[in-house]
């Protein structure tokens, strides 16, 4: 049974940083990638940012690139989201989520397991 586990939201300031980890268990996913997504009131859920397990490559969404780092250490089986420059348009759920495949998603349908998200607010 895959489990996902995020933590670290909260209300933070603009132009401030967060960083989310997620603990994933339940079976080994080095051939899986893991994703955080984002959903704020009255909007869809967002795709910001993917990495590979294996290798560690990366992918980011348009809204988050150059402020959001994702990266994982796959000694303590936790991926995280480093966010800086916050702004008040990145509030919203953030959700961990992960597939098994090579190839690159965006689309949350094609995630097979999900956290249950943490709040993040930004706001002065």
């Known amino acids: 049974q895959v489990q996902l586990v995020e933590s670290g939201g909260g209300l933070v300031q603009p132009g401030g940083s967060l960083r989310l980890p997620c603990v994933a268990s339940?079976?080994?996913?080095?051939?899986?990638?893991m994703g955080w997504f984002r959903q704020a009131p009255g909007k869809e859920r967002e795709f910001v940012a993917a990495?590979?397990?294996?290798?560690?490559?990366?992918l980011y969404g348009a809204s988050v690139k150059g402020r959001f780092i994702i990266s994982r250490d796959v000694a303590k089986n936790t991926v995280y989201l480093q966010m800086n420059s916050l702004k008040p348009e990145d509030t919203a759920v953030y959700y961990c989520a992960a597939y098994s495949g090579s190839q690159w998603y965006t689309l949350a349908a094609r995630y097979d397991y999900w956290g249950q998200g943490t709040q993040v607010a930004v706001s002065s």
């Open positions: 990495v590979a397990w294996s290798s560690g490559n990366t």
């Open positions: 339940g079976r080994s996913f080095s051939s899986y990638v």
